[in-house]
């Protein structure tokens, strides 16, 4: 190949890439100009802040977390302000319902019954349960070996819809409700639950709070999926927040606050 067609190949891979670039930018810009403004709007959110890593309080009395993280980015691109109250989850549909909130974001299952009182961003993460037990734990091996056994739960969430079904069927021993799950953790750790069904991602904060007390048995047995749960009718928040979801996800910011949230996660780390 002669020196000056190497060069014309080369320049025109030059080109064909700016052009491509370009193409992707243009494509993102578009995007991002679909997002609806929120016009600056403070968004009220009510959030159970004791369950790492999707929310919870620092050492500083900051709430931090991969919701807070996702929150932000959203509300960049709505033009909006995010509040984040920590709020019990007893009560905290009611709360939304009522207008003390205009949003929970808090690990969120998508459910029809929830969707019966509140509406739903579309889903942002998907997950499954899991039993966590205490890291010297040989008995229990997974969801099948938990007959005769003690399992812990946070009140009115789906792991305790599916604890309250397996006692049903004779799979679970007693079944011992808390307010939150950092409670019910605790209760593991000192021996008073034989272990804990919880979602897989916060059952892996829990061990990174905890180094060396704590492991998952088995592998996770539902699939469930995550949103942002909004107080019913309010279609402005709704679209704004589901098109800048759909931008971020296409951006690569999702995986990079997965990645740092679920996989790098370090206890003390901001």
Do not use: H
């Not at 079904?165 to 011992?176: A, D, R, Y």
């Not at 892996?204 to 995550?226: R, V």
């Not at 949103?227 to 927040?241: M, Q, W």
């Amino acid at each position: 190949m002669s020196k000056r067609l190497w060069v014309l190949l080369s320049i025109l891979l030059i080109v064909v890439c700016g052009v491509a670039a370009c193409q992707r930018r243009q494509a993102q810009q578009t995007l991002e100009t679909q997002v609806g403004d929120l016009g600056g709007r403070e968004i009220k959110i009510g959030s159970d802040t004791t369950y790492p890593p999707f929310e919870f309080v620092d050492e500083q009395k900051n709430i931090i977390g991969f919701d807070p993280d996702l929150i932000a980015e959203i509300c960049k691109l709505a033009n909006c302000k995010p509040k984040f109250t920590t709020a019990a989850w007893d009560g905290i549909f009611v709360a939304l319902s009522q207008g003390q909130f205009d949003a929970v974001v808090s690990g969120v299952t998508i459910t029809e019954e929830r969707k019966k009182t509140v509406d739903f961003t579309d889903s942002y993460l998907r997950y499954g349960q899991v039993v966590l037990v205490r890291s010297d734990e040989t008995a229990i091996t997974g969801l099948d070996t938990l007959t005769g056994k003690t399992v812990g739960v946070q009140t009115g969430t789906t792991n305790d819809e599916k604890a309250t079904s397996l006692q049903k069927e004779g799979k679970v021993g007693t079944v011992k409700r808390y307010d939150t799950f950092d409670v019910a953790v605790t209760a593991l750790i000192n021996k008073d639950l034989d272990a804990v069904i919880i979602d897989s991602p916060a059952a892996d904060g829990f061990i990174a709070t905890n180094p060396g007390k704590l492991q998952k048995a088995g592998e996770t047995f539902t699939s469930e999926d995550l949103g942002v749960a909004v107080k019913k009718g309010d279609t402005a928040l709704i679209n704004s927040f589901n098109a800048a979801l759909k931008v971020l996800k296409d951006n690569g910011t999702l995986d990079r606050l997965y990645k740092k949230w679920f996989e790098e996660f370090k206890p003390g780390q901001k």
